[in-house]
């Protein structure tokens, strides 16, 4: 098939971006081993970038003009859609792919409006849903959001939870298909290099600061381990970043911010040694649509301590493949976790060992690929492509 992603604000040619960017990159690069053609469009956020350029075997990527050519804050795109949407819209009139598949809810409205009138089905993605307002967003977001879902041929959610969500914006449950994210066992993988360490126990958090606060509070009580925060901004501009501040100023006042380390956002290439670097590997956001990160560490063969929330509860089966805590758990509670897998020489390897096993099982790109690969065939072969709600 000739397959056209759209993802408006999440290129896969950057180095250091979130999960977005990392999806649309691995699936890609997987659809085309299996054959397809790939093209991936993206925003232009760089005068000097090239219209079209390749990606990897069988991928290009095509920036497309839609507003200025420089970085442009994600919750501040909406207004260039229109304009993306008409681009996609000159480009499919003449020559139209198999499949489109949006990825998060802004490229939803520009490949459906890129699509209209043209019988290409649109199937969306929306790695993260806006639902009472915990994504932040436009004021419009909801409503865009929902519309989007209703006009897609079919949505892929990353997890379970995302698909019952769904079920909240009206939209009938057969429409819906559950393929999990995916990552690069190939880079993600037990064995490989470890970044430098001490001889202290080491827990990582990796994405979002979120959860960041708590962890350094529960570090009061795991006097033998230090915490490594990776994400947010650049390490350069950490001092100019308000969370970080707020977070370092918590470490300071706790008396542990000796033991805490920030390093800022990292190139994706260099992730899997950090991670393999860690004892222990904990993510607490309050929803995790695919749970990625987790996902990368236990491909590293690191045990996991997850919010059980989003993606996490298909992902990590709790005493199996990692440790579930409640959302927003008390620091002591994840203390206790904590001081566990540090004190137990078979627990963190079992744990480990199984994580990696259920990552080859369920969470390659080769998997994902053939996944998403049989929705694409299912609204391919519908005609014509499924209408909009009324």
Do not use: K, N
Not at 7 to 18: F, K, M, Q, V
Not at 131 to 156: F, K, N, S, V, Y
Not at 354 to 378: K, S
Request: aromatic letters at 4%; hydrophobic letters at 45%.
């Amino acid at each position: 098939m000739r397959i056209d992603l759209v993802s408006e604000h999440a290129s896969p040619l950057a180095t250091t971006g979130g999960g977005q960017s990392v999806h649309v990159a691995g699936l890609a690069a997987a659809l085309a081993r299996r054959g397809h053609e790939v093209t991936v469009h993206t925003r232009r956020d760089d005068v000097a970038l090239p219209d079209s350029m390749p990606y990897a075997r069988g991928v290009t990527v095509e920036h497309i003009r839609a507003g200025p050519a420089r970085p442009v804050a994600r919750d501040e795109l909406l207004p260039y859609m229109p304009e993306f949407a008409a681009e996609l819209a000159r480009r499919w009139a003449a020559g139209p792919p198999d499949v489109v598949h949006a990825h998060f809810w802004m490229s939803g409205l520009a490949a459906l409006g890129g699509a209209a009138g043209l019988d290409i089905p649109v199937v969306q993605t929306f790695h993260a849903l806006g639902g009472a307002g915990r994504e932040g967003g436009p004021p419009e977001r909801l409503r865009l959001e929902t519309q989007a879902g209703w006009d897609a041929a079919a949505i892929i959610a990353t997890c379970g939870e995302e698909a019952r969500e769904l079920g909240a914006y009206g939209i009938p449950p057969e429409s819906v298909h559950v393929v999990p994210g995916g990552v690069d066992a190939g880079r993600f993988r037990p064995g490989g290099p470890a970044a430098a360490r001490g001889d202290r126990g080491r827990v990582i958090t990796v994405g979002r600061l979120e959860g960041a606060g708590t962890l350094i509070e529960a570090l009061c009580h795991v006097p033998e381990a230090e915490l490594v925060v990776v994400g947010g901004p650049a390490r350069a501009d950490l001092g100019r970043d308000p969370e970080a501040t707020r977070l370092r100023r918590l470490a300071a006042a706790r008396g542990v911010g000796r033991r805490v380390v920030f390093t800022g956002r990292v190139r994706h290439e260099d992730l899997p040694a950090l991670l393999r670097s860690a004892d222990v590997a904990v993510f607490l956001p309050s929803h995790a649509s695919s749970g990625l990160a987790a996902i990368e560490a236990m491909a590293c063969g690191v045990p996991v301590v997850v919010s059980a929330a989003g993606g996490h509860l298909d992902t990590v089966m709790d005493g199996v493949t990692g440790l579930h805590v409640p959302p927003r758990v008390p620091p002591g509670t994840l203390a206790g976790r904590l001081r566990r897998l540090l004190a137990d020489p078979r627990l963190g390897p079992s744990l480990g060992a199984a994580g990696a096993a259920r990552v080859r099982e369920r969470h390659t790109w080769d998997h994902v690929a053939a996944g998403t690969e049989a929705v694409y065939t299912r609204v391919a072969d519908a005609s014509p492509a499924v209408p909009a709600r009324s």
